[in-house]
């Protein structure tokens, strides 16, 4: 339960930044515990700039993990969708954030064995520049969780700020309106998969996504949410 029933009791509000968070806190406490408001911000994009997506419609697309790699994304199921669409709907993977030395020989090691090491890039840590250029490089972005916490991602922002189209289980994302993002409810590597592929092979469905994320993040910038935090604390 960690420190949520000490702290939050005592509290005069509780800021958070999604309905899934909200619903976790609640559960943490004990049962018809007395709470202070709970409020569910809004997230915040980057300013919108739309990228060419010069992979969208090419034979072998690529397919970006944005952010820090961590195991809790799944790089290995991952790689193991890309195994399992190779022979069919053949992609690149990249992973374009700072990754530990263990997971980077692990992202290795699993694409040897699964025979696909060629299609598979461990970039690492990037500038703004070098973000930006994998951003317009890539057709897809995915952002997996195994946990649910109800964080939000900052990539999955950033990725819809940019007309990225996404593939993502965070429970924070499905709470956007319906097809900002491509939601899928397994990180099982077959789903996966089949999602990936399916997604690639619709550069329709992908620019609905694109123009989707754009107008999301044009409705969602930092004054939306200051307005909101500031609305919060003052009642």
Same mark, same amino acid.
């Given at each position: ?136 490089? %890539? #057709? ?5 969780? *195994?946990?649910?916490? +109800?964080?939000?991602? /900052? &990539?999955? $922002?950033? !990725?819809? @700020? ?48 694109? %123009? #989707? ?5 044009? *409705?969602?910038?930092? +004054?939306?949410?200051? /307005? &909101?935090? $500031?609305? !919060?604390? @003052?009642?």
């Amino acid at each position: 339960m960690g420190l949520t029933p000490l702290l939050v009791p005592g509290s005069r509000g509780v800021l958070v930044n999604s309905q899934a968070a909200s619903n976790i806190l609640l559960l943490d406490l004990a049962p018809l515990a007395v709470h202070p408001p709970i409020v569910v911000l809004p997230p915040a994009c980057p300013r919108p700039e739309p990228s060419a997506r010069s992979s969208a419609r090419s034979h072998e697309p690529l397919v970006v993990v944005l952010g820090v790699v961590s195991m809790s994304k799944r790089p290995d199921v991952l790689v193991d969708a890309l195994a399992l669409t190779v022979a069919t709907r053949p992609f690149r993977l990249a992973f374009v954030g700072p990754c530990p030395p263990i997971l980077q020989q692990m992202i290795g090691d699993r694409a040897r064995a699964r025979r696909v090491a060629d299609q598979v890039d461990v970039v690492g840590p990037v500038d703004d520049d070098g973000w930006r250029r994998w951003c317009e490089r %890539a #057709a897809i972005a995915v952002q997996l969780r *195994d946990t649910a916490s +109800g964080e939000m991602s /900052a &990539a999955v $922002l950033e !990725a819809l @700020a940019r007309g990225l189209p996404v593939i993502t289980n965070l429970a924070s994302a499905a709470e956007y309106p319906e097809g900002t993002t491509a939601q899928i409810t397994s990180c099982r590597a077959d789903a996966v998969a089949a999602r990936l592929a399916s997604l690639l092979d619709d550069v329709e469905a992908q620019d609905r996504l694109a %123009a #989707a994320g754009i107008a999301f993040a044009t *409705d969602h910038q930092f +004054g939306h949410l200051a /307005a &909101a935090l $500031l609305a !919060a604390t @003052a009642s």
